[in-house]
């Protein structure tokens, strides 16, 4: 079973940046499309971010559009989540998901994936 791991997260300052990982072993990523989901305290989880099995198509929530950026490396086997110019409310657990599937473009509906990480906990603050 796939099992995407996530890494980068941590405590940074408004206004700083933040580089997320998604990666899994044994599996090659270049099959699955990713998602970038998060959830913050007492709030529901929302879609952040996604892309395409070839990098492109990408979409973004329009709270982060502009700030962030996903990025694949299929060479590497990774998916990024480049975040700046952080705000207190991007405070959230991170989740990387994937789908096993082919397509040229990706939702941030979380009920399409099957595959989650364990999650990476984000905090910004002063």
């Known amino acids: 079973q796939l099992q995407p791991v996530e890494s980068g997260g941590g405590l940074v300052q408004p206004g700083g940046s933040l580089r997320l990982s998604c990666a899994a072993s044994?599996?090659?990523?270049?099959?699955?499309?990713i998602g970038w989901f998060r959830q913050a305290p007492g709030k529901e989880r929302e879609g952040v971010s996604c892309i395409s099995n070839s990098g492109g198509s990408t979409r973004y929530a329009d709270s982060v559009k502009g700030r962030f950026t996903i990025s694949r490396d299929n060479t590497k086997n990774t998916v990024y989540l480049q975040m700046n110019s952080l705000k207190p409310e991007d405070t959230a657990v991170y989740y990387c998901a994937a789908v096993p599937t082919v397509q040229a473009m990706c939702l941030m509906t979380s009920s399409w994936y099957a595959y989650w990480g364990q999650g990476t906990q984000v905090t910004v603050s002063s």
């Open positions: 044994g599996f090659t990523l270049r099959n699955y499309v």
